[in-house]
């Protein structure tokens, strides 16, 4: 039962991604590019009702997903909404969202307006709190930056180790460099001829 019940939702996903999402974008982007104003409206209605569809197969897809031939239902669903011979958008557009919508537009629109407002004043309040905290911290940071910086500078410089001194214990000692001989009094250089 579980293998069968798997394989039902793949197939609605991918039924859901094609049908639903893929086929309507590229024919919503021929309604565009050809300026087909009958097709533009149609895609817009279709959109319009996907979006609240998918809010609700949220929903169902947790709760109802039990019920035989679920999955099956839904991919019906969308062949429904997209079909030219059914005008399944354009019926629930007209029969169920629009009066809907038309119904509740001014609490929506209300809500909206207040939720927006509440997020500007939260997020203004956000800055403005990240702003005042961060200068400090930055502040601070800068602050121990420069005190290690003049540390280090304030530091006697230590003259470098002999290389004898480095070397590992038990390793041999590095070869002494020789230095250039010194050159006679009154010795004249080579000229290369």
Request: hydrophobic residues 45%; neutral net charge.
């Amino acid at each position: 039962p579980v293998a069968p019940a798997m394989f039902s939702y793949l197939i609605s996903r991918l039924s859901s991604q094609l049908l639903g999402t893929l086929y309507p974008a590229y024919a919503s982007y021929k309604a565009i590019k050809e300026q087909n104003a009958h097709e533009y409206v149609r895609w817009m209605k279709y959109w319009t009702v996907f979006g609240f569809f998918q809010v609700l197969e949220t929903f169902a897809d947790s709760f109802i997903f039990w019920i035989p031939f679920y999955y099956e239902v839904k991919i019906g669903f969308l062949v429904f909404l997209i079909h030219p011979r059914f005008e399944g958008a354009d019926y629930v557009f007209r029969n169920v969202l629009h009066p809907t919508l038309d119904e509740h537009e001014p609490h929506i629109d209300g809500a909206i307006q207040s939720f927006s407002e509440r997020a500007r004043v939260k997020m203004g309040h956000a800055i403005t709190f990240l702003m005042q905290h961060s200068r400090g911290y930055i502040m601070s940071l800068l602050e121990k930056a420069l005190l290690e910086r003049n540390a280090v500078a304030d530091r006697p410089h230590e003259p470098a180790a002999p290389a004898a001194a480095t070397a590992a214990p038990g390793a041999p000692a590095p070869a002494a460099t020789a230095s250039p001989a010194p050159k006679p009094a009154g010795a004249t250089p080579l000229k290369a001829e």
